[in-house]
């Protein structure tokens, strides 16, 4: 016959069981967090390119007045104002490539960015439109690419560190 005590120990044990399954959850969550990164900051880029495109096509407006009439999230908006402040101080070389910020791209996708942003404002809008035409098709790859990992292994981690968890509670019962 269970008593009071063990009654106790068991609630004890379950309550800590859960406690875990959340954090480990919350673990898996976190570690996926620069596939939800990358995603979103080649979504942010991929609307930033097909703007400027039509910016350059049609409006021609002074790139920082083009860059604050729209809203962008994130690391891309960093991106964006350091990008804007380095126009303003007349440097724009090492936005991206030296920075710890964006350590959830990879070496080829900074270069990529680094690029672009190096030939944003450069010449006439013709040979803008142009570059920006010609980049669009990489920033799309990258921007598949990011949404299929995210896709991949975002839900992943968040299931093996909800697994864990369960095995943890199960080994505690």
Not at 12 to 29: D, E, N, P, Q, R
Not at 64 to 75: H, L, P, Q, T
Not at 142 to 158: F, G, I, P, S
């Amino acid at each position: 016959m269970p008593t009071e005590r063990s009654d106790r120990k068991m609630l004890i044990k379950f309550l800590f069981g859960v406690a875990t399954v959340a954090f480990t959850s919350f673990c898996g969550y976190l570690l996926a967090r620069k596939y939800r990164q990358k995603r979103e900051f080649f979504t942010q880029f991929k609307e930033f390119n097909d703007r400027f495109i039509s910016e350059v096509s049609y409006y021609r407006r002074p790139i920082g007045e083009f860059i604050a009439n729209y809203v962008y999230r994130g690391e891309f908006n960093r991106l964006l104002e350091e990008y804007f402040t380095g126009i303003s101080e007349g440097k724009t070389l090492g936005l991206i490539l030296e920075s710890a910020e964006y350590s959830f791209l990879k070496q080829e996708e900074k270069r990529v960015v680094e690029d672009y942003f190096l030939m944003l404002g450069k010449g006439d809008s013709s040979s803008q439109k142009g570059y920006c035409l010609a980049a669009k098709d990489g920033i799309v790859k990258l921007q598949t690419e990011a949404e299929l990992t995210c896709k991949r292994y975002a839900d992943l981690y968040v299931k093996l560190g909800f697994l864990c968890g369960l095995l943890i509670l199960i080994l505690i019962l």
